[in-house]
């Protein structure tokens, strides 16, 4: 199966791209970051040599790419986002016949998806977080501190200017809201706090036309990541700044596991092991990889997807229900 196509889900037409060799294998879900970062192309065209086993959905959320049409934007929530991947989550195990499904989540996918495995837990086989937020105001707070203290090592005049002129974010939120974040963002990815593998000086170089040369999206695909990513992020980052998982959210009743890059400062790494040890489920785990940042499945695509196997296949083995 290789089918991308458009369901209702939530009363708005989603687009979703399915890519499976075998339907009989687990299924994978992943929830993209962003808000409003699709990347449909990166899981389903860079990661193919998961097809051997499971079978991959790309989702486009609501108000981006595929799913831009027909959205209400004063209705767009990150409660609203939860609600849809747990609609499209049913879904899926209906389509395969499946009771419960695997769902990996990259930095603003770990709080729906972390939300998704709290709230509903019954078609959720595991949960995977990497590039995980754990509280919106201290993150960006040490995200921002971090960048500042790396533009005064490196004796960045200019960078330290810059960023003293943001002045430090409060909850979550700049004095110029997202004008001011990807400033911050353009100089964490240039001292390597996004990855250690590109110090590009905008946080976003390169994304648009790596979409355009994998042939993953149709014009209007395209045409609805442009108008939707920003106003996307702009609805929903209120949301993030609220949130504070270690206060909210330590239990699960399904495998809660944290893939972490030990060099991410976009979600800083350090705020991960004090939730990691207040968390109660039948089976966690906390993976760090000492050479990724914010998205470790591209920085070290070979260790991510064998952690991925090694947790997963003992899952599926002992499974009492059809994953």
């Known amino acids: ?71 209400d934007f004063e209705t767009l929530t990150m409660d609203r986002v939860v609600e849809d991947a747990a609609e499209l989550t049913a879904r899926l195990c209906g389509m395969f016949g499946k009771d ?38 201290l993150n960006e707070l040490l995200s921002y501190r971090w960048t500042l203290e790396q533009a005064e090592k490196l004796g960045d005049s200019e960078g330290l200017a810059m960023l003293k002129g943001l002045g430090e974010p409060f909850h979550g939120r700049y004095r110029n809201g997202r004008k001011d974040l990807l400033v911050q963002r ?42 939707g990513k920003d106003r996307s992020a ?11 998982f270690p206060s909210t959210n330590t239990k699960f009743e399904v495998p809660f596991f944290i ?14 092991p004090g939730w990691f040890e207040k968390i109660e489920a039948p089976q966690k785990d906390l993976v760090f990889f000492e050479n990724s940042g914010h998205n470790p499945l591209t920085d070290e ?5 064998k952690a991925l196997r090694e947790h997963f296949e003992p899952i599926i083995a002992a499974a009492k229900c059809r994953i």
């Open 259 to 272: 893939f972490h890059g030990k060099q991410d400062m976009n979600t800083p790494w350090t705020l991960i």
């Open 186 to 227: 353009g100089y964490l990815k240039k001292y390597g706090g996004f990855s250690p593998n590109s110090h590009a000086t905008e946080y976003y170089a390169g994304k648009l036309e790596e979409m355009k040369a994998s042939g993953e999206y149709t014009r209007t695909d395209i045409k609805g990541y442009l108008a």
């Open 100 to 137: 419960r499904i695997f769902i990996l989540g990259l930095s603003w996918g770990s709080c729906v998806g972390t939300l998704l495995a709290a709230r509903h837990p019954e078609h959720v086989a595991a949960y995977v977080g990497y590039g995980q937020l754990v509280n919106g105001h």
């Open 301 to 305: 695509p070979g260790a991510f997807k």
């Open 234 to 244: 702009v609805k929903l980052w209120e949301d993030i700044g609220e949130l504070d």
């Open 1 to 71: 199966m290789d089918k991308a196509t458009k369901i209702k889900i939530g009363g708005v037409m989603q687009k979703i791209h399915i890519v499976s060799r075998d339907e009989a294998n687990p299924v994978i879900l992943f929830i993209h970051g962003g808000p409003g970062g699709v990347n449909r192309h990166d899981v389903l065209h860079n990661h193919t040599d998961l097809l051997d086993r499971f079978t991959l959905v790309g989702w486009d959320q609501r108000g981006v790419g595929g799913s831009y049409t027909g959205v």
